[in-house]
C-alpha cells in the first residue's frame, strides 16, 4: 500500500523561512516525479514544484521561483521544499504527491495518483 507522508511546515513571519520534507513509501515504488502543490482558502489546488526521478530536472510556479528550492535525496522517494522569503500570500495547505512516470516532471495535477494528508504553513506578523 503506497504511503505519502508530509512533515514540516507550521507558522513564519513574512520573510522568514520553512522547510517541508515529504517521503514515499510502499508498493513498488521506482524513483517516480514527485511535487508539491498547495491549496490556499477558497483556491484551487496548484502545483508550486515539481522535480523528476532523477533529480535532474525541476519545475517551479512563477510565484516562488528565487524564493522555494525542492531536493530530492539521489534516486530516493524523499523530497524536499525548502521555502525562504516567504509573504503571505504562501498561506496554504501543501501537499506532497508522486506522479508514477519518468521523465520531466509533469504539470498537470492529474497525474499524480498518490497524495499526502497535507501540512499547513501559515505566514502572518
Known amino acids: 500500500q503506497a504511503q505519502v507522508m508530509e512533515s514540516g511546515g507550521g507558522s513564519a513571519l513574512p520573510g522568514g523561512s520553512l522547510r517541508l520534507s515529504c517521503a514515499a513509501s510502499g508498493r513498488s515504488f521506482k524513483p517516480y516525479t514527485m511535487g508539491w502543490f498547495r491549496q490556499p482558502p477558497g483556491h484551487e489546488r496548484e502545483l508550486v514544484a515539481a522535480?523528476?526521478?532523477?533529480?535532474?530536472?525541476?519545475y517551479y510556479a512563477d510565484s516562488v521561483k528565487g524564493r522555494f528550492t525542492i531536493s530530492r535525496d539521489g534516486a530516493e522517494n524523499t523530497i524536499k521544499l525548502q521555502m525562504n522569503s516567504l509573504k503571505p500570500e504562501d498561506t496554504a495547505v501543501y501537499y506532497c504527491a508522486v506522479s508514477p512516470q519518468l521523465g520531466p516532471p509533469s504539470t498537470r495535477l492529474s497525474d499524480y495518483k498518490f497524495w499526502g494528508q497535507g501540512t499547513q504553513v501559515t505566514v502572518s506578523s
Open positions: 522535480i523528476a526521478w532523477n533529480g535532474l530536472t525541476t
